[in-house]
């Protein structure tokens, strides 16, 4: 059984988005592969596309219990819209189950134009890193963006800077989240502290440690540190410590 959405507002894209079996005939350029996955990017009037296929969910049971990967990633992309976070738009999205197992699945996000990762930022120096006006407006919305994510109970679990979008406008985007999840108690406090570390530690390679202090204030809504932040604060400066 197939289910299949595509958003009425690219209706005119259903030659090839229209459904699972389009989307799967389609080629492109590829940009990643994996044994489970690969993403491609197409061109259609000017716009380019981000079309994520999915063939395998993992072996064994993982192919019938628990979320499959790709479903993962649209749910969680929605829920970032959902709370005002900016993302890539989702253009369709779906799957495919035989006898209750994972086949196969898709989802195609829009080009979100003129972006580069911060990884890529960091990687060639760009002089925008250098500019504390930029970097103070690019921290505040990733403060603003972190908190609302972690208010919901709900962390990225891969919040690295390679998953952080910046356009010419300076405006940031979240994207690629599929091990995005909810958690309560110390498994979210645990959690969290991932994320910001995360956050951390090509920061450490790139910013001040003034600025880096006051993204987390700015994460916090507050103007000073108190005994609770300066033990977190420990927690997520030693995190990888041992594992690098």
Same mark, same amino acid.
């Given at each position: 059984m197939a289910g299949w959405t595509l958003d009425p507002d690219f209706a005119e @894209? /259903? /030659? *090839? =988005?229209?459904? @699972? &079996? /389009?989307? =799967?005939? @389609?080629?492109? &350029?590829?940009?990643?592969? *994996? #044994? @489970? $996955?690969e993403v491609i990017r197409i061109e259609r009037a000017g716009v380019r596309y981000y079309v994520k296929r999915y063939w395998g969910a993992g072996k064994g049971l993982r192919r019938y219990l628990g979320r499959p990967r790709v479903k993962a990633e649209w749910q969680n992309l929605k829920y970032f819209a959902k709370w005002g976070i900016a993302t890539a738009p989702i253009v369709a999205y779906g799957l495919e189950r035989k006898v209750g197992a994972f086949v196969r699945g898709a989802l195609i996000t829009r080009d979100l134009q003129g972006t580069e990762d911060l990884a890529v930022l960091a990687q060639r120096g760009d002089p925008r890193l250098a500019d504390r006006h930029w970097v103070a407006g690019i921290s505040q919305q990733l403060a603003r963006a972190t908190r609302t994510l972690h208010d919901q109970h709900f962390t990225h679990n891969d919040l690295k800077w390679r998953n952080l979008l910046v356009n010419p406008a300076a405006e940031l985007f979240l994207i690629d989240?599929? $091990?995005? $999840? =909810? %958690? %309560?108690? #110390?498994?979210l406090r645990y959690r969290i502290i991932k994320d910001l570390a995360c956050l951390d530690k090509v920061a450490k390679q790139h910013l001040s440690c003034t600025q880096r202090l006051r993204f987390y204030l700015q994460y916090r809504g507050r103007q000073q540190l108190n005994a609770s932040d300066k033990q977190r604060l420990r927690k997520i400066i030693g995190f990888f410590e041992g594992r690098e």
């Open positions: @894209l /259903a /030659a *090839d =988005f229209g459904s @699972l &079996e /389009a989307v =799967f005939a @389609l080629q492109g &350029e590829r940009i990643t592969k *994996d #044994p @489970l $996955s989240c599929p $091990s995005g $999840s =909810f %958690w %309560w108690g #110390p498994a």
